[in-house]
């Protein structure tokens, strides 16, 4: 049996695996260093906005706010006693029995009183952060993803504690060959499907394509935000994502047209003239089920043998019993 060769356009679906993540992660620290007391939350728990997760030991910090306080107590009763002095001296100068140098000293010693007590409350202030900053809190509701301090360890500044995944919107993450990038057709987006159940769809478009290949695997990261996220895609869900590829022109043949020379790919075509075969090398640019597509080595209108390619050989006459379609 024979087909004759028509090139047609081609644009088959190339399916990518990938899993199901946060379109936003981000890391929790501790603004300051310090000794972890207690930790609340584990890997996997939903926290609510502002909930606390772990707690340094406050020790350093609370001596640091008595100390302030007591600054504060200190410059206050240091102001009462100048803003005092500074109304004898006016009282006095407005009745003439001061001189206007005590008077200026008075007023002098009045605002740089003012001014410590500025300086000790901003000094307050600083230590109450500092006692706050003692806890680390959730700066959004989420799910813990990941937890990298235990209690008990020594912690340094902005060294990250847990892994915070944000509720709201979810990316799919995919590896992607670089060939497969250039040719797939993302700009009507993807169909993206959970792999333990394909019932289960939604659609994503293309986010975020990074920059750089991995050298290890040769893929790029493609990032795919999802239009809507069903119940069943959590976090970390496994997930099939279906593009067509970019259109290009191919010849369509069976799988029963597929003989090989020399180790590569090849058909017997037939001379309609002297109903003889040759043996042509091509190149298959897919296999896909029961086809494969074939982009050179081929000119429309050629006679491809679909079967029985096993028993020819170059030159053979041959007789077309039918011609089938892939």
Partial sequence: ?????????????????????????????FRI?????????????????????????PVEQEAELDSAKAGVRSAEAQLRMATASFERQKNLLATGNTTRRDYDQAEAAQRSAQAQIEQARSQLASAED????????????????????????????????????RDGARNVIFNVHEWALANTDMD???????????????????????????????????????RATPDAMTLGSVVNGVAPM???KAFLLPWGSLFEIDGSPAVWVIDPRSTTVSLVPVVVDRYNRGIVAVTSGLAPGQIVVTAGVQMLRPGQKVEIAAETKP
Wanted: glycine share 6%.
């Fill in 188 to 226: 009507k987006g993807l169909v993206i499907s959970l792999v333990s159940d394909p019932t289960v769809t939604t659609i994503g478009d293309v986010h975020e394509i990074s920059p750089v290949v991995n050298a290890s695997t040769m893929t790029i990261k493609v990032k795919i935000r999802l």
């Fill in 130 to 165: 500092q006692l706050s900053y003692t806890e680390l809190r959730a700066d959004a509701e989420g799910i813990v993803t990941a937890r990298t301090a235990e209690a008990g360890q020594v912690v340094a500044q902005a060294q990250s504690v847990y892994a915070l995944a």
């Fill in 246 to 248: 970019k259109p290009r």
């Fill in 33 to 57: 260093g310090g000794k972890i007391s207690e930790r609340f939350v584990n890997p996997g728990e939903h926290v609510a906005i502002n909930q606390v997760l772990a707690r340094l030991d």
């Fill in 1 to 29: 049996m024979a087909i004759r060769a028509e090139l047609v356009d081609f644009a088959p679906p190339i399916t990518l695996t990938g899993v199901v993540a946060a379109q936003i992660e981000s890391e929790l620290s």
